[in-house]
């Protein structure tokens, strides 16, 4: 039957292939699609979360200048940007790539030196705990051998008053916030640096309204 030979025909075949062909490559580009929209919902978030914290960060350390560098006050947990970037070749001028790369960039200094402080920070208080734990056990023996060697009640009731007044003001340092101050330079100069250049307005911007677009646009297969 004329039918029937169609469906063995080479013709049918070829038809068959290319259909299957077409939705295999409408199905890749899909997900390359929507992959590419995930991605840049993500890295909208990264830069409005790491835009708060910057912000957070000015207050504290700009504005008080005096003040121990907090501990922790990391901006940029995570980099998205750096690992898909190559997926945004064609949707962002040369200047705005180049925003981009300058924010994630000093996201990063700045995490690397607060890093740097973290460490330099830990091992400093260790040290004074360290010291104060000695100076109270050189206290004690002190006046351990005080009281025992004095003659009266009176005398060994006034030793144990100065050796606690003593131990309190040793103490008292421990808890002190100004006891840590101690900020190698030049991670404060990088740290300063990064919070006086960075753009924290950059989800406001030509590139933040891009980027918002990206992750909401419904693209057509063939964009990738």
């Not at 409005?48 to 922790?72: R, V």
């Not at 144990?160 to 991670?187: G, H, N």
């Not at 006086?196 to 950059?202: F, K, Q």
Request: glycine share 2%; proline share 4%; hydrophobic share 35%.
């Amino acid at each position: 039957m004329p039918q029937q030979d169609f469906f063995q025909s080479n013709l049918f075949i070829a038809i068959v292939t290319f259909v299957v062909g077409l939705v295999g490559l409408y199905l890749y580009y899909r997900r390359k699609r929507d992959e590419k929209r995930r991605i840049a919902k993500i890295v909208m978030l990264e830069i409005e979360n790491a835009q708060t914290e910057l912000k957070e960060a000015k207050k504290l350390i700009l504005s008080n200048p005096d003040e121990p560098l907090p501990e922790h006050l990391y901006v940029m947990p995570s980099d998205t940007w750096s690992k898909n970037k190559h997926l945004f070749i064609e949707n962002f001028k040369p200047t705005e790539w180049n925003a981009l790369n300058q924010f994630y960039a000093q996201c990063q200094l700045f995490d690397e030196a607060i890093g740097h402080n973290d460490a330099r920070f830990g091992e400093h208080e260790k040290e004074i705990r360290k010291n104060v734990h000695r100076a109270n056990y050189e206290f004690a023996v002190e006046y351990g051998e005080k009281i025992r060697l004095a003659s009266t009640d009176d005398e060994k009731e006034r030793l144990r008053k100065e050796f606690k007044e003593r131990r309190d003001a040793v103490i008292e340092m421990v808890v002190s916030p100004y006891v840590y101050i101690y900020t190698p330079l030049k991670q404060n100069e990088i740290i300063h640096t990064c919070l006086n250049n960075v753009d924290t307005d950059l989800s406001l911007n030509a590139v933040g309204q891009k980027l918002e677009k990206l992750s909401k646009t419904r693209f057509l297969f063939w964009y990738y």
